[in-house]
Structure formats: C-alpha cells, structure tokens
DNA sequence: GTTTTTCTGTTGCAAATGCAACGAATATAA
DNA sequence: TTATATTCGTTGCATTTGCAACAGAAAAAC
C-alpha cells in the first residue's frame, strides 16, 4: 500500500517525462486551479501549502480544504454544480503535479514508471483521503465549538501518540477548519484551559484528562 | 468507469462463490459491523439502509452517514482511535456484501469473476464515495442553517435538472445530515417560505429564487 | 381497522455562537 | 533593521441556535 511519502520516492527514483502527466510552480498567493468544468484533472501537491477556497455569493472565503505535501485533490473529486465556485489558491510557493483521471489507466507511451506505479496505487492514494475525509466530516458533525475541539485534540494526540502536540496550522486556521468563528473559539480554548481540560502555550497543546 | 448500478448487474451476472466475500442478511434495527479494531472491512450495501453512527459520551446518538442501496462502507475508510465507537445499524433489512481490502488485489482461487471486477473498478467505486463525502464537507461548513438549507437545496436540485424535488429522506434525517437541531431547521425553512425562497409541501421542495 | 410509533410543525426560553473591534505580539517582507 | 502584514487574545453585544415540550398528522405494526 503506498502512502504519501512513497510518492517522494517514486519522482526521486523515476524521471517523469511522461506528457499526460504534468509538473508545474506557483507562487504564493496565485491560483492553481479552478473546479468550474469537468476536466476530470487531478493534482499532487509536491511542495509548498495550499487551500481549496470558495467564495460565496456575498464575497466571503471559507477554506473547505487544507493541503500541504503529497496531498491530492482536484475538480475530478468534485461534482461541480453551477453554485459552487472552487478555487485552489497557494499558500506558499507550490509545486503541482498535474494528471487526468481519464488516462490513469492508460498504459504510457513512454512505459514511464511514474505513471504504471501510480495507476496500480492510486485506490490507496484516494483511500487516504476517504479517510482525511471521514475524520473531517466526524469533527464537523459534532454540535458544539467544545466538542470540535476535543474531537480534533484527541485525533491529533492519537496520531501522535502523545498527550502533548503542536497545531499543524495556525489558530485562525484552526476556526475555519473546524468552520466556527475564530472568537468564539478563542473564547472556548480559554475555558478549556481555566477548566483544566488542557494546556497550552501557543500553538502547542497537551491534553490534561481524557 | 463503474457506476453504483453496475454492482447490481454484475451481481445478477455472476455467482458469487468466492471465499472471501461473503454475503449476510440483517433485520431493521441490528448492528450491522462495529469500527473497533483495524480489520480493513468493507461492505456494501446490496439492499435496504444503514447508518453509520456514534454515541457519545453522554449517550448521545450522532448519524454520520446515511446509506442506501450499492453503497459503499466500512472501517477500511476510516482511522479509528479509542475515542470513536462508531457502528452501523440497519434501519430496514439489510443485505450485505462483505470483504477485506487486503484481498481485493490478490488473485482469487475460485477465479471468481465477480471479484475480478470488483478490483478493476475499486478505484471508481471510491471515487465516488469521495465525491459524496465532498459535497458533506461543503454543506457542513456552512455557517448558518439557511445557509446549509440553500446549499443542499442547490445540489439536489442540480442533481434533479429540476426547481422541484423530493428529498431523499425525512426532515428528522435531515437535521441530521445537516447536523442542526430539528426544530431550529423548521423554524429556518418556515422562514425561508415566508420570506418566498421556496416552495415546500411536505418533502417535496420548490426553490423560486436563485 | 385499530393501536403504536415515528414524524411534523410550533413555541418560549436559555445558552452558545457570531460579529465587530481593538491593542499587543509575531511573523514576513523590504 | 525597519516597515508591513498577519495572527493572537480579549470583550460587549446582537443574533442564531439548541433545548424541552407538546399536539396533531402520518406511517408502520399488529
């Protein structure tokens, strides 16, 4: 089963020259692409942060999705409605590896190793983000702003095998992930620590009671 | 690319003899599968519906996911920590068609056509259910009720190529799909009708505006 | 056909959440 | 190093949302 580090591995080990697959840069703060026609395109982030953006009627942005190395995404995960208008902007400058779902069977005229790994790989590939995806809509399910915190506390203390952890993003992140005022989450985190439910010192957390 | 319909058709096409897939049937109201230890399991859902559901410390009962006829589920999807006890029960009777993601790449002794299939288009299967889990994590990070409302009215409409539809479960079920308290969510459709949004008798739903 | 259960529609009230705004602290760019 | 932008931490106040409760409608079970 690969996993996202593996990915690495494979462009070390295996020159892409391959035309159906696509290697590009972006700098931060562009838009790498947008999820408005079916293209069926899907992208590797190699390098660098981005966010899957939508802005809504009335001009504000939610972040839906935060991707940083090895992520995959792309409109062919989306079934795009006429309503949503999706954008992958850079977070910092960005390296993309960009592919079409139609061709991931096809067998490359070039015989490029890249391309036969990641066809016979790729269930696992959207397997992990099935995943990522569940644990993300079990967090937003959770009624309450305490809740959504002590649900993603404790994933993150399980992955790292430890009581004590350090955010993968900033706090302002953090509320939109969890797609709850940035304020009121501030004001929830306080209460968390006064009750002795958690400590922490910036952007590090540990975990008092279970 | 294989659809949720062709799991049926190949179902009636094939016997499924291979060991390791096998087929149960469940009444209203039993526990299909539990997410406990890491089994790699995967089910789906040939017939009848199914939640996915946790309950919380407090006795609370959360549904996640909703499942309906083809389907797809099971613990291999998800990353399970100590904190979630999350099971799927029946709501009607259920047939199930259980296996392991471990074997679904091995060749089969009984060369069972059935599970050939399922391998080639295990990917697509998966697809899809991304795409699904997609459009949850959409809706659910909306801020507001209304907002939610609208935006799930949106895509079903999409879906229907039609202003009219019907939706595809209660209005107790979609509070919580929503994950909004039921009676907050009438109050905000009662709303949404005065205010000339939409059109609703019963489950059958009008949008007038854009 | 009758009983039992689930679903719908509503409301008053309490509690949680979002909004706006600010200075201080950090981080990033020039 | 200084200037500029972003993030953090906090608060008062308005609004939304959740909770509890109930009666009638509809659906399911018997």
Redesign the interface.
Known sequence: MISKLDIEKFLNDFTVNCKSIQRKNFKKGHTITTYIEKRNQICILLNGEADLV?YDLNGDK?I??HFTKNDIFGE????V????ELSVEAKKNCEILFFS?DNIHQKCKSNCKFHQTLSEN??SL??E???L??????I????SIR?KLR?YF??LS??NLSRSFTLPFSLTDLADYL?VDRSAMMRELKSLKDEGFIKKSGNKITLLYK
Chains 1, 2 share one sequence.
């Open positions: 939508r939610t839906i999705e062919a995960f989306y079934i409605t006429t309503n949503n779902y790729f269930a959207i397997l983000k099935v995943m995806l569940n644990t993300r809509v079990e937003l399910t959770k009624r809740e649900g404790n994933i399980t992955r797609s």
